[in-house]
């Protein structure tokens, strides 16, 4: 942790490694679970398409209309809410039902966070380091979800093992993944309740108010703006449908493919660590761009592969390099503007990738509900490097750094 971290800094990110620990689980055991249910692909891809709607909406509204209550009001408020999801969940098999909760709730079928807690958490961090220490700081906080992602990953092979000792259906064992889930969002809330009051900004911040010219603003909704194009992409292969995806094409079963995800958690969250290093090297906007082309590269190639061997390997390269932007990225949006619409501003920069994540899901569903071939994979590899060459097009003149105080202006 950077040396101004403190206590409540510690708290969040261990609530970041649960809630990841959750989402990990569920978002591995979402397709098959749906599957024994009797759902169609195609509404597999309709319930994954309505958490991303949800959380969409739940994030605008965090972001916009609790701006200025307490940080700690927030999160209460967003863990009650997980809580009721998994129970949801857990104890509605009708498809309309599950929908409506699925759009209602926090349900986070990605390898990443997209729910409402995100706006929130980067925010109440922001507050408490110095600019410097925010990508290293990023890091460590995406690198707790992601590792703990990759344990619940590996843990939602547990339903199917349980399912042979007891002779339960598999469908009933899983159903107890969703009941964790509503347990670590109560877990999470006592973690939240021991947080201090907000604090003034961090050494090294702008006084509230001091960026309001309309350059920081625009800067946000440009970023907005081709984030949402990454985002489109990235809706096509989301956890969830790659589970799908491999189950159609090569027959994995879930142990291996939650096994799969466990590694590639750990490549992705490890990873990570290098962004802070390389921003400072490269600057933010390039290590944002030269470590997602190659992913994306990855990922369009893995739809021709002919081995399940093969395929998960390229998955796995894939992984390795895919979120390292993320540190950068969010830093980089906590630099442009004043302290008081940070909340704001991380969730104008995700809700847009929120809503363009819906909206590609339910696409990908019937692509694989007509061909196993990875045409979800192809496809948003390429999207995804078009949306690299942009940024670096774009931004390639900003000499924005870490702890950089002054606003960049992009060419």
């Known amino acids: 942790m950077p040396a101004s971290a403190g206590r409540p800094v510690r708290r ?59 940080h700690r009001t927030v999160l209460l408020a967003a863990s009650a809410l997980m809580a009721l999801t998994g129970l949801g969940f857990a104890t509605s098999s009708a498809f309309w039902l599950v929908l409506a909760v699925a759009v209602a709730g926090t349900l986070n079928p990605t390898a990443g966070d997209v729910s409402l807690f995100l706006p929130t958490e980067q925010a109440y961090l922001a507050d408490r380091v110095d600019p410097p220490g925010r990508p290293r700081l990023y890091a460590r906080y995406n690198l707790a979800g992601s590792l703990a992602g990759a344990v619940g990953a590996l843990v939602s092979a547990a339903p199917e093992r349980l399912s042979d000792a007891t002779g339960w259906s598999l469908t009933t064992s899983q159903r107890l ?35 309001r010219p309309r350059r920081p603003r625009r800067i946000v909704v440009e970023l907005a703006a081709l984030f949402s ?33 466990f590694a590639a ?15 400072a090297r490269i600057g933010l906007i390039r290590t944002m761009s ?33 979120q390292m932007d993320v540190p950068a990225r969010q830093a980089f949006v906590m630099a442009v503007v004043p302290p008081d619409e940070r909340a704001a501003a991380a969730s104008i920069t995700n809700v847009p990738r929120s809503l363009a994540s819906a909206t590609t899901p339910l696409l990908a569903g019937a692509l694989l509900s007509r061909s196993t071939f990875g045409w979800p994979l192809l496809l948003a590899g390429l999207a995804k490097a078009t949306y690299d060459i942009l940024l670096l097009v774009l931004y390639r003149h900003v000499p924005e750094t870490p702890g950089a105080a002054r606003t960049p202006t992009p060419r």
Not at 242 to 258: C, E, I, P, Y
């Open 12 to 70: 969040v990110v261990l609530a970041r490694l649960l809630r990841g620990f959750a989402d990990g689980l569920v978002s591995v055991l979402l397709a098959t679970y749906l599957s024994g249910l009797g759902f169609s692909p195609f509404q597999v891809g309709a319930i994954v398409t309505g958490t991303l709607i949800g959380s969409a909406a739940l994030t605008l509204a965090v972001g916009l209309l609790a701006q200025g209550r307490p």
């Open 265 to 279: 958690g750990l490549l992705t969250g490890s990873s990570q660590l290098l962004a802070g290093p390389l921003a």
């Open 177 to 211: 993944g969703f009941v964790v889930y509503s347990l670590v969002a109560v877990t999470i809330a006592l973690l939240y309740r021991g947080l201090p009051e907000d604090q003034p900004p961090a050494a090294g911040d702008p006084a509230p108010g001091r960026l």
């Open 229 to 261: 194009l990454d985002s489109a992409a990235g809706g096509l292969v989301v956890t969830s449908l790659l589970v799908l995806w491999l189950k159609l094409r090569f027959d994995l079963d879930t142990a291996t493919t939650g096994a799969v995800f």
């Open 290 to 322: 030269f470590t997602h082309l190659p992913a994306n590269f990855a990922l369009a190639l893995a739809a021709f592969a002919p081995t399940p061997g093969l395929a998960v390997g390229l998955l796995l390269v894939r992984s390795a390099l895919s």
